[in-house]
């Protein structure tokens, strides 16, 4: 069974980059022989983040884009293991922590971001600092400089290793190129690498489709369903990132490279998708207007899929 998720973060209006990995993703699911399942998943678990209408505004880009889903969020039916909005989701966090906790797992941490930086050594894992260790083995019962955050204690030798469908294998050693991370931040809000292990584990996702920025997180993420006691993780297909004509970082301008941009300009929904799918290789032959069900009825393995970074269309843009 082929269970995939789109897990978005209502913090702006849905961008090509996030229509590509939706695409990526929900194609992989109902173009599967047999059985599949297509998750939407609200990742609303920064609520300081999260802009008011967001959220309304990408469950209808989805919709038009041709995107329906088995369960989730949003007007989708619901399901097993609702809810599908993370911000409902904390007591399955609480739990999850708590977990950890009684293995001896965690700790609190009230070092400051300028504290840490202080001391840690050079970044290593892309631009992230490798937490020092300071409050590892501080006395628990001491006088906390400001509500501490809940670190994992990462265990000695925790080497992950997994095979992504689309970028080959991937090894990291989490306890020296990441350290121990954060699970809880100090103003109570869960880490996204917590929550996240949490749903894709417990929602029995079976490949997950995501952009290569976090591929650097998925060691961490797998990790943690381990320590969790999941038998099982999910397999992973991390898709290029979606960049500028010029092949810079897309800026986040309001509007800018949003579906609801390019609606408003006329842009159809199958142009959209048939380009889309075109440029991530899901699809072969010519570049033509498809909707969602056609890519996903002819869609190649992610083997076959791109790897590099796609500029989109100076029209986009
Ligand atoms: N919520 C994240 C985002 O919108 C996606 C996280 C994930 O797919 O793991 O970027």
New binding site residues.
């Given amino acids: 069974m082929v269970r995939t998720r789109f ?3 209502p913090t702006g209006d849905l961008h090509v980059g996030g229509a590509w990995t939706a695409l990526a993703s929900w194609a992989l699911a109902r173009g599967a022989r047999g059985a599949s399942g297509t998750v939407l998943r609200v ?1 609303d678990i920064d609520t300081p983040r999260v802009v008011a209408g967001a959220a309304a505004r990408i469950a209808d880009d989805l919709a038009w884009l041709g995107f329906d889903w088995s369960e989730g969020a949003w007007g989708a039916a619901g399901g097993d293991h609702a809810p599908y909005i993370q911000s409902e989701r904390t007591r399955i966090y609480d739990d999850a922590l708590a977990k950890l906790a009684a293995a001896g797992l965690t700790y609190p941490c009230d070092c400051s971001r300028a504290e840490i930086s202080r001391v840690a050594s050079a970044p290593h894992a892309g631009d992230e600092i490798v937490y020092p260790g300071t409050c590892r083995d501080a006395p628990r019962d001491r006088e906390m400089k400001r509500p501490p955050a809940i670190r994992l204690r990462v265990p000695k030798g925790s080497t992950i290793a997994f095979d992504d469908l689309v970028c080959g294998r991937v090894e990291q050693h989490v306890d020296v190129a990441v350290g121990d991370f954060v699970l809880r931040r100090g103003d109570g809000i869960y880490a996204y690498q917590l929550v ?1 292990a949490v749903d894709d584990a417990a929602m029995e996702i079976s490949h997950v489709v ?1 952009a290569d920025d ?1 591929l650097a997180s998925t060691a961490r993420q797998i990790l943690l369903m381990r320590l969790l006691g999941f038998t099982t993780a999910p397999s992973y297909a991390h898709v290029p990132m979606v960049v500028a004509p010029d092949g810079d970082r897309l800026a986040k301008r309001a509007g800018a490279a949003s579906i609801r941009d390019l609606r408003a300009r006329g842009v159809s929904a199958e142009a959209i998708v048939g380009t889309l799918g075109h440029a991530l290789g899901l699809v072969r032959g010519d570049l033509r207007p498809m909707t969602a069900r056609e890519v996903a009825a002819s869609i190649a393995p992610p083997s076959a899929w791109r790897r590099e970074p796609w500029p989109i269309p100076a029209a986009w843009a």
């Fill in positions: 897990a978005p973060s990742e996240v995501r976090l």
